[in-house]
Structures are given as C-alpha cells and as structure tokens.
C-alpha cells in the first residue's frame, strides 16, 4: 500500500530550513493498522500530510495505493485524494454550515457520482456509523463524538483503500473516545482498508494497531509488529 524512500520534507530553505521529516525508508503492506507514535515535532503529522497527498516531499520517493505521489500533477493529487485515501481529523474538519448528509456527500460530488448513486451511499454510510438520526443537524448541533462520526462516514464513504487518522480521539471524553475507536476499527476491517493512526497516545497504538512505529526529530527510532491489538 505504501512504499517511501528516502523521503524528506524541509521547510524553508533547503540548507538552513526545518527538516521535517528525515531520509524516512517506509513499506506498509495493504491491510495493515499501523501507529505513527511521537511527541509534537516529531513529524509525524508531515508524513501523514504527505501520504494524505496535502503536502510534497522534499526529495525522495513515495508510492501510496500504485501511485508515486511525487510525481503527480495536481489534479491528479486531488484524484488520488478523492478515490484513494479517507482522512479523520482531530478537529472534525466539518464544514459548519452544511448538515451531516452535505458533509459526507462532498467527495462524492467532487468525484462526479450522480445524485442517487450518492444518496445510496451517504445513507449507508450515516447508518454504519450511528448518526443517521442526526443526518439533518449541522455540526453546531451534534456533541464532538456526533462530529467524529460523521468525519469517519465522510472519510469512508469513497471506499478509499487507506485510512489515515490523526489523533481521531484528541477532542473527545475517554468513553466517547473508546466508543470511535472502536467504529473506526469495525469500518477498517469491513472494508479491509489499511489503516495509519497517527498519535502520541501509547495506549490507543495498542488498542489500534498492529504495528508501532515511534518518531523523533523526522527520524524512525523503533519499529515494532504486534501480534495483535487489543481491541
């Protein structure tokens, strides 16, 4: 699902800039659930924009889903966004003025999918999640955990081969959190997705992943495979 190469990502000027992310070599194979584990500044958020397709490396080489994401134009990058990968956010990234259903149909709008076709699969999305009764409530009307559903229904409802999730918990209460967490994981096993959790959450890498891989300074310091999570 992805293979990285010597990817760099430097802010600034080349010689004297940022190195966010540092000569990173990276494989995860399809279906894997893999942890991003580091402090802030650590990089992990760059790589995860960087395999979201939101960001360019620097130099180096990165294929995500076939694709090599440094070599794509940027309407080919906003098709690869579109059909390839699904984002969960911290903050939700809801737009506010739209209710449920207008948040989830977006990609599919900008994917082109006729309006039944999209009715057909914003429904099922909304109802795999448990927020179908808030279908026609904006984001100022749902509690965080209500947005954090409805951020995963959008994330899904292209079917999108790889997940990526940055600190999907960060703005909910512990029970809240566990009940996403676990939806989040129910989603990626039906749809045999491939799953990269960014955090700096000891606990939720080993409740999500069955891979952990711990950042510093743009660098991997550990990499280690679990036999399985605990959720």
Do not use: W
């Amino acid at each position: 699902m992805i293979h990285a190469s010597r990817l760099t990502k430097i802010y600034g000027d080349t010689d004297n800039g940022v190195k966010a992310v540092d000569g990173l070599n990276l494989k995860i194979e399809s279906g894997q659930r893999v942890a991003l584990l580091g402090r802030s500044g650590s990089g992990k958020t760059t790589l995860m924009n960087i395999l979201a397709g939101l960001d360019r490396p620097t130099s180096g080489e990165i294929i995500a889903a076939g694709k090599s994401l440094f070599e794509l134009s940027p309407a080919e990058i906003a098709h690869y966004r579109q059909t390839s990968v699904g984002i969960v956010f911290q903050s939700f990234q809801l737009i506010a003025h739209r209710t449920a259903i207008q948040n989830v149909e977006l990609p599919l709008i900008l994917s082109g999918m006729n309006a039944a076709n999209r009715k057909q699969r914003v429904d099922e999305c909304l109802e795999r999640v448990a927020i179908e009764h808030r279908r026609h409530h904006t984001p100022a009307q749902m509690s965080g955990g209500e947005q954090q559903r409805v951020a995963i229904a959008r994330a899904i409802v292209s079917k999108p081969p790889l997940l990526l999730a940055d600190e999907p918990t960060g703005n909910l209460d512990s029970l809240t959190a566990d009940k996403v967490t676990q939806l989040m994981l129910d989603v990626v096993a039906e749809n045999k997705a491939t799953l990269v959790l960014i955090t700096h959450d000891q606990n939720l890498a080993k409740t999500c992943a069955t891979r952990t891989i711990h950042m510093q300074d743009g660098r991997f310091i550990s990499d280690e495979i679990h036999a399985e999570a605990t959720a």
